[in-house]
């Protein structure tokens, strides 16, 4: 079982925040005094094949996850300001966009270490600034890992506003959990060359443990990167 990878946030100084959340972004304010930022512009060249107006440039880029070219005209979006209890990023409205926002530092999909038996492997910085207020701000992103031998378990909760993670073991299934089988679909039903060659030494089936009460979710003691020692409500 490969690498699995849960991005959780680390508060340092003030404050922290995750600038990627499960929220819809707002719309900016115009109070100068507050805190600002600006979405990146995309990687561009131009192309004299359009016309734009309104002071937009003739911008040509690719696709953020296809790779084929596209060519658009953009412009520069105003400089977004915060207020009080807020931080300035970006969010993704939709395919290969990004737009300016503004979070709550309270929001409550921030979190601020690894839990549910994952452990720290990287940390990088969104925010380094001045909030509204004169609040210095550094915002980090940490990527939290389970280990190799275990397997990446999600539960929506909170009529589905929520979703929970956990490190899950494949086998020793502690008290209060069932041992089930996952079996690998495209390589049992494989019948090419090709999907024969690439399920070559990869096991057709595989064991993991599940709380026995679907109500119930994994607990763990309290450092990171614990085993999880059985189920509760």
């Known amino acids: 079982m490969g690498f699995h990878y849960i991005t959780v946030v680390s508060l340092t100084m003030f ?3 995750l600038a990627f959340p499960r929220e819809t972004g707002q719309g900016g304010k115009l109070d100068l005094a507050h805190a600002t930022t600006t979405a990146s512009p995309p990687a561009v060249t131009e192309d004299a094949n359009l016309l734009c107006t309104d002071g937009s440039s003739i911008l040509y880029t690719t696709d953020c996850t296809m790779g084929t070219p596209v060519s658009y005209c953009w412009k520069a979006p105003p400089q977004i300001t915060c207020g009080t209890g807020e ?3 970006v969010w993704h409205p939709g395919h290969c966009e990004e737009a300016q926002t503004c979070f709550p530092v309270t929001a409550p999909w921030i979190t601020t270490k690894c839990s549910n038996g994952a452990t720290p ?6 925010y380094d600034g001045t909030l509204a207020g004169g609040q210095s701000t550094v915002i980090t992103s940490v990527s939290c890992v389970c280990a190799p031998d275990q397997w990446y378990s999600m ?3 909170n009529g589905g506003s929520q979703i929970d993670t956990f490190c899950m073991p494949h086998d020793s ?3 209060g959990m069932t041992t089930s089988v996952s079996t690998n679909t495209y390589c049992a039903s494989a019948t090419d060359s090709a999907a024969v ?3 070559s030494g990869i096991s057709l089936e595989s064991n993991y443990c599940n709380c026995g009460d679907p109500n119930q979710t994994p607990v763990y003691p309290e450092q990171p990167g614990a085993t999880a020692t059985g189920c509760a409500n």
């Open 155 to 157: 539960t929506i909760s």
């Open 173 to 175: 299934c502690p008290p």
């Open 121 to 126: 492997y990287s940390t990088s910085t969104l």
């Open 87 to 89: 931080f300035p990023s």
């Open 197 to 199: 060659s690439a399920c």
């Open 15 to 17: 404050v922290l925040a």
